[in-house]
């Protein structure tokens, strides 16, 4: 075997082993958990759900105002797109749960399909995670300029 193919051959078995070590890890946090997800989870869908209340709160007006200034409207329209983000992190989150409550075989499997399907989708709450962060940026930038 040339050198080339031995090398990516030994790549290729690396990544695999880190793909399957992954889906092991998450698989035993999720099996050993009280509520059938990781902590990682659970602490991001605490922040998520606080994140949505405040958007919430921001949206609403407190004493009806006769005009918006710009400001004023892009913050509404922030807290419409935080709220549609969040919503859809949490069905996310909540769909990578383990609802089989009791130990045993079942649980084993249902742990391991859902730490499969965590590792695989991490990239899509990781993208999840940035749109929230460049939301909350935005909003920053407009309170900034409403308190200024």
């Known amino acids: 075997m040339d050198?080339?193919?031995?090398?990516?051959?030994?790549?290729?078995?690396?990544q695999f082993v880190d793909f399957g070590s992954k889906i092991i890890v998450t698989t035993y946090k999720t099996y050993r958990s009280i509520d059938g997800t990781t902590q990682e989870n659970v602490e991001l869908a605490?922040?998520?759900?606080?994140?949505?209340?405040?958007?919430?709160?921001?949206?609403?007006?407190?004493?009806?105002?006769?005009?918006?200034?710009?400001?004023?409207?892009?913050?509404?329209?922030?807290?419409?797109?935080?709220?549609?983000?969040?919503?859809?992190l949490l069905k996310l989150l909540d769909d990578l749960?383990?609802?089989?409550?009791?130990?045993?075989?079942?649980?084993?499997?249902?742990?391991?399909?859902?730490?499969?399907?965590?590792?695989?989708?991490?990239?899509?709450v990781e993208e999840y995670e940035k749109l929230l962060r460049d939301v909350v940026a935005q909003v920053n930038a407009h309170l900034l300029s409403l308190i200024r």
């Open 46 to 88: 605490e922040l998520t759900t606080t994140l949505k209340d405040f958007q919430t709160r921001l949206a609403a007006p407190k004493t009806p105002s006769t005009g918006h200034n710009a400001d004023q409207k892009a913050l509404e329209e922030l807290a419409a797109k935080c709220r549609d983000i969040a919503a859809d």
């Open 97 to 124: 749960k383990v609802k089989v409550k009791e130990k045993g075989l079942r649980r084993t499997w249902e742990s391991l399909r859902q730490g499969y399907r965590s590792v695989w989708n991490k990239g899509k």
């Open 3 to 14: 050198p080339i193919s031995a090398l990516s051959l030994s790549a290729a078995i690396l």
